[in-house]
C-alpha cells in the first residue's frame, strides 16, 4: 500500500449540505431548523449547561462545605532543604526565591520541622512549627519571626 493509492471510504465523504435554496432542495423555507421555536431563529445561543428552562443541573445539585476568603496561603519549606546553606548564614524569603526552594512568598513562608538540620543557621521566617525551632536551635541556629 501506498500513499497514492488510498482512497476515501466509500460513504465517508458527504457533499456540504446546502440550506434555504428552494424547496426543491428539500432544505428551502425553514432551512432545516423546522418551525418555530428558539433554535429557528437567527442568532440563537443558549449556555452549555441551559436546560430548556429547567432547573439546571449545577443548582440542583447541593452545596457542600466552607470557604474561608480570609485564608492564608504559606508556602512551606522543610528542614532538612536547609542543608544546603553555609554555617553562620542568615536566611530570609528573598533568599529562598533566589535557591528556587519556593515559586511565591505568597502570604508568608512556614518552616516545617521534616528531616534533620546540621547547620548554624539563622533562619528569617514569617511562621515556624514548634519542632522546627526545637532543631535549628538545638543545632546551634536562631530563629527569628518577621
Same mark, same amino acid.
Given at each position: 500500500?501506498?500513499?497514492?493509492?488510498?482512497? @476515501?471510504?466509500?460513504? *465517508?465523504?458527504? !457533499?456540504?449540505?446546502?440550506?434555504?435554496? &428552494?424547496?426543491? /432542495? &428539500?432544505? &428551502?423555507?425553514? !432551512?432545516?431548523?423546522?418551525?418555530?421555536?428558539? @433554535?429557528?431563529?437567527?442568532? *440563537?445561543?443558549?449556555? *452549555?449547561?441551559?436546560?430548556?428552562?429547567?432547573? #439546571?443541573?449545577?443548582?440542583?445539585?447541593?452545596?457542600?462545605?466552607?470557604?474561608?476568603?480570609?485564608? @492564608?496561603?504559606?508556602?512551606?519549606?522543610?528542614?532538612?532543604?536547609?542543608?544546603?546553606?553555609?554555617?553562620?548564614?542568615?536566611? =530570609? #524569603?528573598?533568599?529562598?526565591?533566589?535557591?528556587?526552594?519556593?515559586?511565591?512568598? &505568597?502570604?508568608?513562608?512556614?518552616?516545617?520541622?521534616?528531616? !534533620?538540620? =546540621? @547547620?548554624?543557621?539563622?533562619?528569617?521566617?514569617?511562621?515556624?512549627?514548634?519542632? !522546627?525551632?526545637?532543631?535549628?536551635? /538545638?543545632?546551634?541556629?536562631?530563629?527569628?519571626?518577621?
Amino acid at each position: 500500500m501506498k500513499l497514492n493509492n488510498l482512497e @476515501k471510504s466509500p460513504g *465517508s465523504v458527504h !457533499a456540504k449540505k446546502r440550506v434555504g435554496r &428552494g424547496n426543491a /432542495s &428539500g432544505n &428551502g423555507t425553514t !432551512a432545516g431548523r423546522g418551525m418555530n421555536g428558539q @433554535k429557528s431563529r437567527s442568532g *440563537s445561543k443558549t449556555r *452549555s449547561y441551559f436546560e430548556g428552562g429547567q432547573m #439546571p443541573l449545577s443548582r440542583r445539585i447541593p452545596k457542600r462545605g466552607f470557604c474561608n476568603i480570609f485564608k @492564608k496561603e504559606y508556602a512551606i519549606i522543610n528542614l532538612e532543604k536547609l542543608n544546603r546553606f553555609n554555617d553562620d548564614e542568615v536566611i =530570609n #524569603p528573598e533568599r529562598f526565591l533566589e535557591e528556587g526552594m519556593i515559586k511565591k512568598i &505568597g502570604d508568608g513562608i512556614k518552616i516545617l520541622g521534616g528531616g !534533620a538540620i =546540621n @547547620k548554624k543557621i539563622t533562619v528569617r521566617a514569617h511562621r515556624f512549627s514548634q519542632e !522546627a525551632i526545637k532543631k535549628i536551635e /538545638s543545632a546551634g541556629g536562631k530563629v527569628e519571626v518577621i
